[in-house]
């Protein structure tokens, strides 16, 4: 057997209506997702099929569905329609203004009798609409049976049997088939308005596909379907030419008529309620005959012509293709499906003589078979005697361990059955089940843990330290070069600015999801990243001290570039690192976290060790004046050596990339599947979309803001706020918020069940505090270099730390809170999307700050060792 060597998340059988709507809206809600539609026949569309060849492209005839049924703007497929010239809408498709009613004579029914008969039909059809739920199902035909063998005029009862089999017609099964207690609950109710589309309904149903370039595998015939152990919690779908395929969902669309005959093996076969549900519900059979003649000779005003005999009743007229379609139903198109198209022909043609004597034979025709087509069985499903929307609802079920879904025309249980636009929707309803699952936390008990799944969490972690390296690893150093570049006080607003100006670098990333449009360059942009970032550290070792002079201005040009580029790479990996993660249980998120943390904890450490520069302010006597002036202490290791330390980091961020990358062990636990997600109930568990969308948006907004503010505003402000309160008290507050990451990542840890889900505006009241704590700062930094407390170092210095911790303490257990919401909702995309929020967030806070600060200059500077007058 040949392998196909990929893992989907989901794999669709079928490419008809169902398999494209699913394929459509699981491609819209997890583009990124891996996603397979096999297909047994050479073409796409199922029983929705236009055929151009026989008749001509200039003649395009339905061999299947023909009218989108349900005209109306709510109807999914009707969506993506635009009406054009040719296109045709019945709102009376059995009405008799066009239809030209027949004896089986050939002698016309005269309109009186015409209307007695339907007024006598409409009586009979209320009837079995009245059925009694609480009497055992009977057919149609019995439920009626009293009022019908009353009428004892055969020319009547002909005309009454004719007009009763328009719901034949509509139903593919004789009324005795069909059940009276369903009757119009698979949308029997005659009364529809129906679109008749002019390039045919199949062609239109392809072109949907098309458009949405959809992952579609032809001529691939699914014949087993196994889910057991053997497959590491994978689904293995095999298929006649040989091949299999893994998938973590299994969406079934192939029509009943394939499953009643078993044409797809299960391991472990079905259960026993589904089999049934199988077996019970019906299946029609309708079938068509096309014949087209040398010329017209009909009347060119009819659309219909309708015969009151028992085997060919009901004719479709389509005059600019001189072309006569005979629709045949239940018993008749069974017994004819064994004929030859020749032999059927000739039935046909002798009927149609009797009422037109002078016709010629014709020159081409076309002849269905549904039933012994074996990728479809029969045509549409039915309410069979017996069955109701329970049946459906068995229908519908997933089955296996909730990874097995069902879709087509005939589990469509809160709409019609037997339409394309059933299929359509029940598509959609799986597609959306299937994402929420996908989306679901993945979560696994600790005591499943194995020693890979050990192994990997412990190279998701080394790897998790290199977001927070990118993005704290400068600014934790920018206490030791204030003094030594010289920017001076300036440094940490213009190096603010000047690294969030790396924002570009997401154009990239958005240029190559797109492209893309799978998650396929992820790997090899992080491995860039984290290469770069490793390569960068070196080099700002080296060279961070060197300046140029520009315009009689020394500059820190060196530093600026290579933190410029440390930037790019923060950027980059900001929305690659999160997003990657969505490929692992859920366990892997803490891992994240967890690197986070300990990257912050490291950070910490490095500074408190390094103890950046104090200044002192000695005196020194200049002629006759005594003037203080600063010295500065030496640190403990140089800048040099703090980034050569980064750069080490990233180092094992990046071996432990390539580890999981590249080796098996890697792989494997990313394809794992989740065994602990619950099985989802159907009935109450539709995604609401749109409820979703609102929170998400508000979500995104708090994201960003909470960014915009504590990241991007805030490290700005800082440097205005608190160094007027010395030198050192600003190092060490940069320090303690690393070390209030590590906290709050153990915070979140310890109360996993503080959720977004549970309160819901925590988030929210965060960033209220968090603004309000920020307008205090900003009026210390404006007030500066006589904010209050001056005189009490300690207690100012201390106030304005222990804010600034605060908000950024907020801000982060926000972050945890949104990214984890982002996952569950959305997944990978949410997770992407919040990334991005995150970055922009903090590059807008960061040019605000520029501007009121270098731009503006609304805040001064307060020297060291200068003696400042405040009242
Ligand atoms: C004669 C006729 C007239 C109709 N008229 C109308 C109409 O006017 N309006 C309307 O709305 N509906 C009409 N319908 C019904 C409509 O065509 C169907 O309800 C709808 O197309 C069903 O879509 P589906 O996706 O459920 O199934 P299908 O369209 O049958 O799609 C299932 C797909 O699964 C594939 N498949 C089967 N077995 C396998 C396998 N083992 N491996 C891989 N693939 C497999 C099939 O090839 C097929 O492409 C008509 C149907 C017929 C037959």
Request: with cysteine; hydrophobic share 45%; aromatic share 12%.
């Amino acid at each position: 057997m040949e392998t196909v060597n990929h893992v989907f998340d989901l794999i669709v059988i079928g490419c008809g209506a169902a398999g494209i709507g699913a394929a459509i809206k699981f491609q819209k809600l997890l583009p990124t997702a891996h996603l397979l539609v096999l297909e047994a026949r050479d073409r796409i569309g199922g029983r929705a099929f236009t055929d151009t060849k026989t008749f001509g492209e200039s003649a395009p005839v339905d061999l299947g569905a023909r009218w989108l049924c349900h005209n109306q703007p709510d109807n999914l497929v009707r969506a993506y329609y635009v009406l054009s010239d040719g296109d045709r809408i019945d709102t009376d498709i059995y009405g008799t203004s066009t239809m030209a009613i027949f004896d089986e004579d050939g002698t016309p029914i005269s309109e009186d009798l015409i209307k007695q008969v339907k007024t006598i039909a409409e009586k009979l059809f209320s009837n079995i609409k009245q059925y009694p739920h609480d009497m055992p199902d009977v057919s149609m035909l019995d439920a009626i049976h009293k009022q019908h063998i009353k009428i004892d005029n055969e020319k009547m009862q002909r005309l009454l049997d004719m007009w009763l089999s328009f719901t034949e017609n509509h139903e593919a099964s004789d009324l005795a088939e069909l059940s009276a207690k369903c009757y119009a609950k698979g949308d029997g109710d005659l009364e529809n308005c129906y679109l008749e589309i002019a390039g045919g309904f199949g062609s239109f149903i392809k072109q949907i596909a098309e458009q949405h370039k959809l992952p579609i595998k032809l001529n691939t015939v699914v014949t087993h379907i196994d889910t057991s152990t053997q497959f590491d919690g994978l689904i293995h779908v095999a298929t006649q030419d040989g091949c299999y395929y893994l998938c973590k969902y299994v969406l079934v669309t192939v029509p009943l008529g394939c499953l009643k005959a078993c044409s797809i093996d299960f391991t472990p076969p079905l259960p026993q309620w589904k089999q049934e549900a199988i077996d019970k519900m019906g299946f029609g059979l309708h079938n068509k005959v096309y014949l087209q003649f040398s010329s017209v000779f009909w009347d060119q005003e009819l659309t219909k012509i309708s015969v009151a005999t028992n085997r060919f009743k009901f004719y479709f007229c389509i005059p600019e293709a001189r072309i006569v379609v005979l629709h045949i139903v239940g018993s008749v198109a069974y017994e004819l499906e064994h004929l030859r198209d020749e032999e059927i022909v000739e039935q046909v043609v002798n009927s149609l003589r009797i009422i037109y004597p002078l016709m010629t034979d014709p020159i081409k025709w076309l002849v269905t078979r549904w039933g012994s087509d074996p990728f479809s069985g029969g045509s549409y499903s039915n309410f069979q005697v017996g069955n109701n929307n329970e049946t459906l609802k068995k229908l519908a079920r997933e089955t296996h361990d909730g990874r097995v879904h069902w879709a087509g025309e005939h589990t469509n249980y809160d709409g019609t059955i037997g339409y394309v636009d059933s299929a359509f929707e029940s598509g959609h309803r799986e597609a959306i089940l299937i994402c929420k699952k996908l989306r679901q936390p993945k979560t696994m008990l600790w005591k499943n843990i194995d020693n890979s799944t050990i192994i990997v969490f412990i190279l998701l972690t080394i790897f998790s330290l290199s977001p927070n390296i990118l993005f704290y690893g400068i600014p934790i150093e920018l206490p030791a070069l204030i003094n030594q570049l010289p920017e001076g006080w300036s440094l940490p607003a213009i190096f603010n600015l000047i690294s969030q100006g790396a924002i570009i670098s997401l154009i990239i990333i958005f240029l190559l999801r797109h492209l893309t449009k799978s998650n396929s360059y992820e790997t090899i942009t992080i491995i860039i990243t984290l290469l770069i970032s490793v390569i960068t550290f070196i080099t700002l070792g080296l060279f961070w001290h060197k300046t140029t002079i520009i315009n009689n201005i020394s500059h820190s040009t060196y530093f600026l570039l290579f933190s410029f580029i440390i930037y790019i790479c923060d950027y980059s990996g900001s929305v690659l690192f999160l997003t990657y993660f969505d490929r692992y249980v859920s366990i892997m998120m803490r891992a994240y976290f967890l690197g986070d943390g300990v990257s912050s904890a490291a950070l910490a450490i490095l500074g408190f060790v390094q103890d950046s520069e104090k200044t002192q302010c000695i005196p020194i006597i200049i002629g006759n004046k005594t003037v203080l002036t600063e010295q500065a202490s030496s640190l403990v290791f140089s800048v040099r050596i703090y980034f050569f330390i980064l750069s080490f980091i990233m180092f094992c961020s990046l071996i432990s990339f390539l580890i999981l990358s590249i080796t098996k062990i890697g792989q494997d636990e990313s394809n794992k599947n989740d065994e602990s997600i619950k099985l989802i109930n159907i009935s109450d568990d539709q995604i609401d979309e749109q409820h979703s969308q609102i929170n998400n948006k508000l979500y995104f907004l708090a994201m960003f803001w909470s960014c915009f503010i504590t990241y991007g505003f805030l490290p700005g402000l800082q440097t205005y706020a608190l160094v007027p309160y010395s030198h050192d008290i600003y190092q060490k507050t940069i320090i303690s918020i690393e070390i209030s990451y590590l906290l709050v990542q153990i915070f979140c840890a310890i109360y996993s069940n503080i959720t977004i889900e549970r309160y819901p505006n925590l988030v929210h009241i965060f960033n209220i505090i968090g603004t309000i704590l920020i307008i205090y700062i900003f009026i210390i930094a404006k007030m500066s270099p006589c904010p209050p407390f001056i005189d009490s170092i300690l207690l100012g210095g201390l106030i304005s730390g222990l804010i600034y911790i605060i908000i950024n303490g907020l801000s982060h257990i926000a972050y945890i809170l949104l990214n984890i919401y982002f996952h569950k909702v959305s997944g990978e995309k949410g997770l992407f999307w919040s990334s991005v929020k995150v970055k922009c967030g903090i590059a807008s806070g960061a040019i605000i700050n520029y501007m009121l600060t270098v731009h503006f200059q609304l805040f001064k500077e307060r020297f060291p060792c200068h003696d400042y007058v405040c009242s």
